[in-house]
């Protein structure tokens, strides 16, 4: 039965959902079907955004783990001092024009082939002092690190990775072993713990053999300093130690040239843009996907709306408005969609929980994931079904009455 209210009123909200509902169901399987776009289409844009904002949670968390206070500067090739030999930097003297660094060290790398008891490996071989371990945050598990006492000594403290490289099933490289480096034995006084790849610092502490910055010579008589490690007192003040150290070293540098400096804090403004802008592509092709599925609803809607001619002329011939016969079709067309969006959220929510799960990250819910996808969605059902509804709307009594 239709039931039309008199020009003066006109149907309740309730009453144009409860229409919308009923003519949904006589859709059959083509409302399933449109259903299933728009479904797929929710699900894509916030799967799609949830796995993006765990994919920067996690690359972040990366370089959060390094130390937000670390600070590398890497020196020009060649540098030479005032006095026109290689730059030499003195901590102590460095540390004293400098009240907002903690540590710092100077580090020459070089790299060497290893070998210990005919087991050989290619090396990074870092000359540094004592306070590098403390700057750079490397753990010792067995022995000791550098220490200040060491520094004519051919003493070394190697990496985990190289120490097992150097091993045999049989005879592990151990505390006091001898590796050789071209014609020189260094005796390991340390092993270090497995770290995470330090992707600031200018080297694998993994895959590394430390020396005593004054034993460098031995192995490379032409070797310079390369970078400076350092750490500020706090990540508060890690660009005001930024500036301290660029200006204390390069006042330190013959020339014109200025040495770059990176540090965590600045990497990671670069990363949270990038993941932004990745984030942001993925939304992007999470709603080209639900624009396919507004289409289909489009299609069911104009299918619909072909069907129902004369009951729309009899309703418009019985003083039902023209917006009463848009507001129908409008929300048939909303309603549809609203119950993609929701069985679209909750797959979306699932698909990014369950990848996070195979990729090992920490799953957590992004704050615009469900807003965006079930927002966008009931805005593309708004889009798409706003034509069938105007096309319905527009249709003359006496031409709609005619159709069999």
Not at 251 to 258: C, H, L, M, P, S
Request: charge should be neutral.
């Amino acid at each position: 039965m239709i039931a039309v209210m008199p020009e003066t009123g006109g149907p309740t909200v309730s009453q144009i959902l409860g229409e919308a509902i009923g003519s949904l169901r006589t859709l059959g399987r083509r409302a399933l079907l449109a259903l299933l776009g728009i479904v797929m289409g929710s699900c894509s844009v916030v799967a799609l955004l949830n796995i993006g904002g765990n994919a920067a949670t996690q690359s972040l968390a990366i370089f959060r783990n390094l130390g937000s206070d670390i600070l590398i500067l890497q020196l020009p090739p060649l540098t030479t001092g005032h006095d026109g030999l290689p730059l030499r930097l003195d901590a102590d003297s460095l540390r004293q024009d400098m009240p907002a660094i903690a540590n710092l060290a100077p580090v020459m790398s070089y790299g060497a082939p290893a070998i210990f008891n005919g087991q050989q490996s290619n090396a990074n071989i870092i000359g540094t002092i004592p306070e590098l371990f403390t700057a750079a945050a490397l753990s010792v598990e067995a022995g000791r690190a550098l220490s200040g006492f060491d520094r004519r000594e051919t003493y070394a403290v190697i990496g985990a990775s190289l120490a097992q490289a150097l091993s045999q099933p049989n005879a592990p490289l151990k505390l006091g072993d001898r590796v050789r480096l071209h014609a020189y034995q260094f005796q390991i006084v340390g092993i270090l713990k497995q770290e995470a790849p330090g992707l600031l610092l200018p080297f694998n502490a993994n895959e590394t053999l430390f020396i005593p910055l004054e034993g460098m010579p031995r192995l490379d008589p032409h070797a310079r300093l390369s970078h400076v490690v350092a750490r500020a007192n706090s990540a508060e003040q890690v660009p005001l130690a930024g500036e301290q150290l660029v200006g204390a070293v390069t006042r330190r540098i013959a020339g014109d040239v200025q040495p770059n400096l990176v540090y965590a804090q600045q990497v990671l403004a670069g990363m949270q843009q990038q993941s932004q802008t990745f984030t942001y592509l993925l939304a992007a092709l999470g709603l080209v996907s639900l624009l396919g599925g507004g289409v289909g609803v489009m299609n069911v809607m104009l299918m619909n709306v072909n069907e129902r001619r004369r009951e729309i002329g009899i309703r418009l011939a019985l003083g039902a408005r023209r917006r009463d016969i848009r507001n129908l079709f409008l929300v048939e067309a909303v309603a549809l969609t609203s119950v993609g969006a929701l069985f679209g959220a909750a797959l979306g929510v699932a698909g990014g929980w369950g990848y996070a799960q195979l990729s090992g990250w920490a799953f957590a819910l992004e704050p615009g994931a469900l807003p965006l996808g079930l927002g966008s969605t009931v805005l593309v059902g708004l889009f798409f079904g706003l034509h069938p509804a105007m096309t319905a709307s527009r249709l003359q009594p006496v031409e709609a009455l005619r159709d069999e």
